[in-house]
């Protein structure tokens, strides 16, 4: 269903009849979920769970190819239940000897310091193998192949971080997704718009929207746990001390700021805490969610007020993923902090025209920040994207944002959109190719 931007009040309201609404919450649904851990590490501890599953046994020997992003995005990060061990090998091992591929991204939850002991023996053995997957297109691309003995398994994961398109055992294909007549499972009929999301947020019976106040609860506990212990750079906890007050202040602002960053240093560092994540990336659900939570609450908005809001925000960033794809060299940042402002600007009193500048205004200001890979660091990003999107909305709220003739900006907000994901998804590709090499040739 495509509505176009310019779609009167009335119609667009008459069109979002229920069964519209149940699949609208069906696609957020399916998008925020779950997950501990840096999501591409996990989902290659996922993907050797399957391909271990489909061997019977825990295997001799794990060979892994990866495709550049993926390799990108796993290599800087701590693996949840390890202590703080960093980068795919114990990913990996901890995927064959704990992992459960019905926990999806959850999959290590029951990862225990027996299990990482045994891990590290496995990576001393020299049983896992890693490489760069050559000669493909796609940018989240996961193949494992478990052996023990004679006995070969292969799972193959592409398109987004749960999609299984390829399970096979010695000469037997279980599943081919290529034999498939069924769409994929990343492709959706709805055609999505700034309108349509809009409208979807302030006018669906509220009791439909109040599933998403979980991502709130999730979210907002794990940057509480985050205060309480050091992980990554601290950056939350800095934020948050009584000492920075002198310099950030007391109030709201620093207070988003601190949770946001707070929850991005524990899921970096590879705490075993559980994040809503938004199309894949558990930084794009906290900086999704929690720079509307704690306005909403330092606000003293209502429950209905915080839920559609959330919605906003969250839907807001699968649009905008839907267009760029799961992994590229823009980080996500970007994007979630995209869907914070417009959530916020929500709660500001704002309608439809103020949520359109502060989508101009975050792409005018944020396009080009480089992703180089998830690492403890990206709370610092976290931290610029969501101090973005509160200027961006404040900016809104004032009818002040950028025109059409600077920049990338155009007056139709959708064509905007358009912009960024074409420089993150084409423009961006040499970019991408670049920090790859460079990560992977450090001395």
Same mark, same amino acid.
């Given at each position: ?169 010695? /000469? ?238 155009? /007056? ?32």
């Amino acid at each position: 269903m495509n509505i176009d931007t310019q779609t009167s009040l009335s119609e667009i309201i008459h069109c979002m009849e229920k069964n519209l609404r149940d699949r609208f919450a069906a696609l957020i649904k399916k998008e925020v979920i779950p997950a501990i851990g840096c999501t591409e590490p996990i989902a290659v501890s996922l993907c050797v769970a399957k391909a271990k599953e489909i061997l019977g046994q825990k295997p001799d020997k794990i060979k892994v190819y990866l495709s550049a992003n993926v390799l990108k995005n796993a290599m800087g990060v701590g693996i949840p239940g390890t202590d703080g061990m960093i980068g795919l090998p114990i990913a990996v091992a901890l995927g064959a000897l704990i992992g459960n591929s019905g926990y999806q991204l959850e999959v290590l939850k029951d990862s225990s310091p027996e299990a990482v002991e045994e891990g590290k023996q496995m990576i001393t053995e020299n049983r896992i193998e890693i490489k760069l997957k050559d000669g493909i297109t796609e940018m989240l691309y996961i193949e494992v192949t478990c052996s023990y003995k004679d006995d070969l398994a292969t799972a193959v994961i592409s398109g987004n971080h749960t999609n299984f398109i390829y399970l096979k055992k010695n /000469d037997t294909i279980l599943f081919d997704s290529k034999l498939q007549t069924e769409k994929s499972c990343d492709k959706d009929d709805l055609e999505l718009n700034m309108k349509l999301i809009y409208e979807f947020a302030i006018n669906t019976p509220i009791e439909e929207l109040e599933f998403i106040l979980e991502s709130a609860k999730v979210n907002k506990a794990a940057s509480e746990q985050s205060f309480k212990n050091k992980y990554g750079h601290e950056l939350g906890r800095t934020l948050n001390g009584k000492s920075q007050y002198s310099v950030m202040g007391d109030n709201v602002f620093t207070s988003i700021l601190s949770y946001t960053s707070a929850a991005c240093d524990a899921r970096m560092a590879g705490a075993k805490i559980p994040v809503m994540s938004n199309s894949g990336s558990g930084n794009q659900g906290i900086a999704a969610t929690l720079p509307v939570t704690i306005y909403a609450e330092k606000n003293n908005k209502t429950k209905e007020d915080l839920a559609r809001a959330l919605i906003m925000s969250h839907l807001t960033v699968i649009y905008i993923k839907q267009k760029l794809g799961r992994l590229s060299a823009l980080c996500g940042c970007v994007i979630a902090a995209t869907g914070s402002s417009c959530g916020i600007v929500l709660l500001m009193g704002g309608e439809y025209e103020q949520v359109t500048f502060a989508v101009k205004n975050m792409i005018a200001n944020l396009t080009g920040m480089i992703c180089d890979g998830a690492k403890p660091s990206c709370s610092m990003k976290l931290t610029s994207g969501v101090s973005t999107a509160v200027f961006s909305a404040m900016l809104a709220m004032e009818q002040k944002y950028v025109t059409s003739v600077e920049g990338i900006i155009e /007056d139709d907000v959708d064509k905007c959109i358009d912009n960024l994901t074409r420089i993150g998804s084409q423009a961006m590709q040499e970019t991408d190719k670049m920090v790859l090499d460079i990560m992977t040739h450090k001395k």
